[in-house]
């Protein structure tokens, strides 16, 4: 079965940076897009960012536009979220996703998911 698993999570002040990184297993990686997703205390799961198949196309969440960037490397069936400029608001387990269908442009909603990692929890304190 797919497995992805999350790492680079911590506590980092305002301003800092992260980098997110999420190991997938089980399934032909470089033929799924990928995303990120996060949810914050007492607030609903939300979209982060996401990579077609290839890496030739990103989306990204408004709040998140110009300071987080989603790269994916097929070779290590990796994919990666830079976190650049973090502020308080950004705190949240954010969780890995993979496509529910082959060579799609994105996960740009739960419903596009096929798999979630467990989570990493993510830090900002001001």
């Known amino acids: 079965q797919v497995q992805l698993v999350e790492s680079g999570g911590g506590l980092v002040q305002a301003g800092g940076s992260l980098r997110l990184s999420c190991a997938a297993s089980?399934?032909?990686?470089?033929?799924?897009?990928m995303g990120w997703f996060r949810q914050a205390p007492g607030k609903e799961r939300e979209f982060v960012a996401t990579?077609?198949?290839?890496?030739?196309?990103?989306y990204y969440a408004d709040s998140v536009k110009g300071r987080f960037t989603i790269s994916r490397d097929n070779a290590k069936n990796t994919v990666y979220l830079l976190m650049n400029s973090l502020k308080p608001e950004d705190t949240a387990v954010y969780y890995c996703?993979?496509?529910?269908?082959?060579?799609?442009?994105?996960?740009?909603?739960?419903?596009?998911?096929?798999?979630w990692g467990q989570g990493t929890q993510v830090t900002v304190s001001s």
């Open positions: 089980g399934l032909t990686f470089s033929r799924y897009d």
């Open positions: 990579i077609n198949w290839s890496g030739s196309s990103t």
């Open positions: 996703a993979a496509g529910r269908r082959q060579y799609s442009s994105g996960s740009y909603y739960e419903s596009d998911v096929g798999s």
